[in-house]
């Protein structure tokens, strides 16, 4: 039996919620580490500017990769991940694309 993780429950449902909204296609994830250098302020501000997340949802991912070390932060086709990833990456996150 495990442990109940709530962020886990989030996490799903973040991911579930972008899904449904991409088009049909390979679908792949965009996935951001944590780090010890970049602030929560600056990590949010990103999520919101390059993402266009909310702020509630891009504080939410944020805390889950705190806590968890990482999170998918966007679910779309490859060719749509990348520029998203490269201005993440570009404003000093570490973002992979990663194959669903």
């Known amino acids: 039996m ?8 989030l996490e799903e449902v973040l991911v579930e919620e972008e899904i449904e909204d991409t088009t049909t296609g390979n679908v792949s994830q965009l996935v951001v ?12 501000k990103c999520f919101v500017d390059v993402l266009q997340h909310s702020s509630q ?3 939410q991912l944020a805390m889950l990769i705190h806590f968890k070390g990482r999170a998918t ?28």
């Open 33 to 44: 580490y944590n780090d010890e250098v970049n602030t929560f302020d600056w990590v949010i």
């Open 73 to 100: 932060v966007k679910t779309a086709p490859k060719k749509e991940l990348r520029p998203k990833k490269e201005a993440l990456t570009d404003k000093g996150l570490s973002a992979v694309i990663e194959d669903i």
């Open 57 to 59: 949802q891009a504080e």
């Open 2 to 9: 495990s442990a109940y993780d709530p962020f886990e429950e």
